[in-house]
């Protein structure tokens, strides 16, 4: 297992790999990981000869005042678990590295996709995650590249990425891990006091009773609306929780809808703040009833 700082550090191992011809799979992280990147690793070791994990807590998708400099770090756990998970090789550069001195090239993708959601509070945001992963990309080279379903709005839009600028990547999206109370895992859960974290357990809550509703078949089951209402009441009324938003959207394009389509998927979304911290999770809905993803799905 090696680690790489440095550009070249990295190209120095990517080249003996390459004149072994293996496969190459890639978790992009930002470290303080979790059973949810860990279940990444697993997926591209599965599926590739060598994986490499990157370990970058990336500036450009912070906007100002947002967690950037509190955003959890522990390179040495990190280290330690990408190993014990499967990881090759891990990549850790500094910001100066990633974004030298001069650097003012940022790849984005335009309309709506990016600007709802997330993409309404966190006006760069997208931005700067569609970057990162593109420069990451570039120095990486990875056959198959794996995100997780935790942040729906973000593994669109990176799949749009890659099929609009034609990049050799395949991606590979897999299911969100929960705890054992449902709530979704993230870096940021260490953030929640002990009464957040159980008032934030409605998100999961909330999804899971729209999602039953939405496959019931009842009338109106399938009327956005009707379960918008449904997610928002759970999550309401727990004290401590400040709704950023609740949408139901077409799960690949994220268009508005009004009803979901038997023959679609709609993805539920939600933003939740508690204190300090926004949570965010989701939900695959669909007409005829499916439960939550138990594979990796790749385009
Ligand atoms: O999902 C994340 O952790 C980050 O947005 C990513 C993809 C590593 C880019 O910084």
């Excluded at 906007?63 to 190993?83: F, S, T």
């Excluded at 993708?109 to 995650?129: E, Q």
């Excluded at 080279?141 to 990425?161: E, L, S, T």
């Excluded at 009464?195 to 909330?206: F, V």
């Amino acid at each position: 297992m090696s680690m790489a700082r440095t550009i070249r550090e990295f190209e120095r191992w990517r080249l003996e790999q390459d004149a072994k011809h293996k496969t190459l799979g890639f978790v992009p992280t930002m470290g303080y990981l979790h059973r949810g990147h860990l279940s990444l690793i697993q997926a591209a070791k599965a599926e590739n000869d060598l994986v490499a994990v990157s370990i970058f807590v990336n500036p450009t998708q912070f906007g100002p005042g947002e967690d950037y400099e509190r955003y959890p770090r522990d390179l040495q756990h990190d280290y330690e678990a990408a190993v014990a998970a499967g990881a090759d090789v891990v990549f850790h550069p500094s910001a100066e590295e990633i974004y030298p001195s001069g650097a003012s090239t940022m790849v984005e993708v335009t309309g709506k996709m990016t600007t709802k959601l997330c993409g309404a509070s966190r006006p760069n945001h997208f931005r700067g995650v569609t970057t990162v992963v593109s420069i990451l990309f570039n120095i990486i080279r990875p056959d198959r590249a794996y995100f997780g379903q935790k942040d729906a709005q973000q593994a669109v839009i990176i799949r749009k990425m890659v099929r609009d600028l034609h990049l050799p990547v395949q991606v590979t999206v897999c299911p969100i891990i929960r705890d054992e109370d449902g709530l979704a895992l993230s870096s940021r859960n260490i953030f929640l006091t002990p009464q957040e974290r159980a008032q934030a357990r409605s998100l999961n809550r909330g999804l899971q009773k729209a999602m039953e509703y939405a496959s019931s078949g009842v009338d109106g089951s399938r009327k956005v609306s009707i379960l918008t209402k449904i997610i928002r009441a759970e999550i309401a009324c727990q004290p401590l929780s400040a709704i950023d938003y609740v949408e139901i959207l077409d799960a690949e394009t994220l268009d508005e809808l009004t009803e979901i389509a038997p023959d679609r998927d709609a993805l539920a979304a939600v933003a939740v703040r508690f204190g300090s911290t926004r949570l965010i999770d989701s939900r695959i809905l669909s007409a005829a009833p499916k439960g939550e993803p138990l594979l990796c799905t790749s385009i």
